[in-house]
């Protein structure tokens, strides 16, 4: 697993998180993994609580990934800033937080989807991926190359991490929604 983990870690990080890192992160997840008892007694200051919706391996990842991967908010403005700010000054956005202020949360979504598949064609653009159950926030999200998206998806899996690009996830909701209510 500590395998599948640093090649996940390495494509969600996109150049931002140094090999040692990610090692290290690999590590203490697939030993949170294994043996979660073991894992809470030689770390006693890691905050997991049983209660939580995720498994203790999968707290470590999310836990230490940096602002610079892992980006949380509550509406698609706030998200779409931090996004801005990882990327700092250098990186030129057409979108601007306060474009998003008012669109819904899908229009919202399209909208930063379109303006990070602009960015880095050589990689074919980013995708905004939903990623882990969020705790605390509406979105908890990772930027991916859309040429890594299917193995990252694929290594998801294989760990047991929820992994799902954000816009094509929140529209499919919404249609089930929908017709669900249509019948």
Not at 97 to 120: E, F, H, M, N, P
């Amino acid at each position: 697993m500590k395998d599948q983990l640093v090649e996940l870690i390495t494509l969600i990080s996109s150049g931002c998180m140094r090999d040692e890192e990610i090692a290290r992160i690999a590590d203490e997840a697939a030993q949170a993994y294994a043996d979660p008892q073991a894992f809470l007694a030689a770390n006693p200051d890691v905050n997991y609580d049983d209660d939580f919706p995720i498994p203790l391996g999968e707290w470590v990842v999310v836990g230490s990934l940096p602002d610079t991967v892992l980006f949380i908010g509550d509406t698609p403005s706030e998200l779409f800033q931090q996004i801005r700010d990882s990327f700092g000054p250098g990186v030129p956005f057409v979108l601007t937080a306060k474009q998003l202020a008012k669109a819904d949360l899908l229009a919202g979504l399209r909208r930063i989807q379109v303006q990070l598949s602009a960015l880095y064609p050589e990689k074919g653009g980013y995708v905004l991926v939903d990623f882990s159950d969020p705790l605390d926030d509406e979105f908890q999200c990772v930027l991916v190359y859309s040429a890594d998206l299917p193995r990252v998806l694929e290594l998801a899996v294989e760990v047991g991490i929820y992994a799902a690009p954000a816009y094509e996830s929140l529209l499919a909701e919404l249609k089930a929604e929908d017709q669900g209510e249509a019948q």
